[in-house]
């Protein structure tokens, strides 16, 4: 049995949302310059990505400074569905081979890394490649600096998967409306209970 997590500063997260922001804004600037030398409508074309890799950055700066105010947080192994892999490997694949062309034939190395870029990324928050939600003192926290505190939270629910890997699911919502769901590695979920169960939460049966 793995023993359990103990909370901590997300360092790996905080690291990855760090590099994933200055990467993102180092291409926004590049494919400005790219745009610029190319002109006409492949130009167009490179400042509209710029935008969308400037926007990246922005969601990594957010996320950065999310997860740098949390303080000690506990990590949960949280996983995605197998068609959500399945969607964001393909993805993957798609940009990658997307990278290369444009880097060996058309000579747009902006363009190139950035589809590059937006793969690995991928791998990182859709994979899980770093932890992807944590548990904290006043709620929970995602990868992306998205918080769900406990007091919007009304009830939750535990439902087991059937399967070699043992999973659970977490969902927590307030009357009606379903505010989280989580695929969550077994191990977790006495020590989500416990804080659902601190915090005022009442356990719903499905």
Known sequence: ???PSLPTRPVATAAFQGVTLLFFAGCAAWLVRESRE???????????VAV????????ALGALVGLLRGGRLLA?????E??????????MAVLALVGLRLFSTEGRPAL???CLG?????AGVGLHAVPALFLGPTGFIDSLGRRTPFSRLEWFSFQREQGDLPRVRLQAGHGTRLLLAARLASEDEDAVRTALVGAGL?????
């Open 112 to 114: 190139a890394t950035f």
């Open 1 to 3: 049995m793995t023993p």
């Open 52 to 59: 969308a890799s400037g926007g990246l950055a922005l969601v």
């Open 202 to 206: 009442s356990a719903r049966r499905r």
């Open 82 to 91: 197998m068609g959500t892999y399945a969607l964001v490997l393909a993805t």
């Open 76 to 80: 949960l192994r949280s996983r995605a």
């Open 118 to 122: 937006v793969a690995a990324w991928l």
């Open 38 to 48: 190319l002109g006409g409508r492949p130009g167009m074309m490179a400042l509209g």
